[in-house]
DNA sequence: AATCATACTAGTAATGATTACTAATTTCGA
DNA sequence: TCGAAATTAGTAATCATTACTAGTATGATT
């Protein structure tokens, strides 16, 4: 792997990363470094999300929607997606880590891993449907 | 929902895509239909797929490489993605049906399903990267 | 069979996320 | 301090997908 230099850009991503549960976009992240740094530029932002994630220091989500997030903590977790707001939940959820072994029995190649994230309306969507029916 | 109007080339997509196991992409429809109707445009093929799916007659796949994949059956199955090759092959597995219910526990939104894949190298790669070795 | 509303098509332009390119700047070991 | 190599800002390019538009096909009703 190549030589890995310091970089102010790099380290205040990382550090706002650090900050946020919410899975943030790559956008989301430009736009917040701009505070600090307002000559960034999102191919920067893109770059280094696109090592730290290779270093393994954080972590990619793709949930098909078209757009990555990223996630500042590497442990395997689940993730909520609210089909409605497109926000992006962590699950706690346990038993699930023998899969890929329970799949391994009858398949020909070789399994590294999985990806898995469930899919719903999230507390806060259900609510607002809710007061939206009360008030009409 | 809106009626829906009879279509030669909605009917050749169709049909093309039941003709297959290894889940095409919008592209490789486009391809092989254009042999039938040589005028048919690509978005053409995107609105049928698109339309097909919403019906719930084909299924869409998205393994988050950044092209969709369609499968000509909506029956619930899982996938295997081949991180060297990109294919994408039919696996058969059970017991994993709870899941859901399992998280709905601890989550205050409401679950509608999930979305998993397992990845890893396919066997034909794995064959191939031993016989590259032999031979060097 | 002719009419007509409406869905559908081909062709093309637009979108949006991401990556690639390039000249100038920063980092850091020698 | 010097210099090789990584990094950056800014911009252009890419690629899958969607949107638009004028013309065509479908199918129910006469």
Redesign the interface.
């Known amino acids: 792997m190549k030589e890995l230099k310091y970089s102010r850009q790099r380290e205040a991503i990382k550090e706002f990363l650090a900050t946020r549960t919410d899975h943030p976009t790559a956008d989301i992240v430009y736009m917040n470094v701009r505070k600090e740094y307002p000559n960034i530029s999102l191919g920067t932002v893109y770059r280094n999300l696109t090592l730290l994630a290779d270093q393994g220091e954080i972590s990619r989500i793709?949930?098909?929607d078209g757009t990555d997030r990223f996630d500042p903590t590497t442990k395997e977790h689940?993730h909520?997606v609210?089909?409605n707001c497109g926000s992006v939940?962590d699950?706690?959820?346990d038993?699930?880590d023998d899969?890929?072994q329970?799949?391994s029995r009858?398949?020909?190649?070789?399994?590294?891993?999985?990806?898995?994230?469930?899919?719903?309306?999230?507390?806060n969507?259900?609510d607002m449907e809710a007061l939206q029916k009360c008030n009409s």
Not at 106 to 123: L, P, R
């Open positions: 793709r949930v098909g689940f909520f609210c089909k939940i699950l706690d959820v038993g699930m899969m890929a329970q799949v009858n398949f020909s190649g070789s399994i590294d891993g999985h990806v898995t994230y469930f899919f719903g309306s999230c507390k969507c259900i």
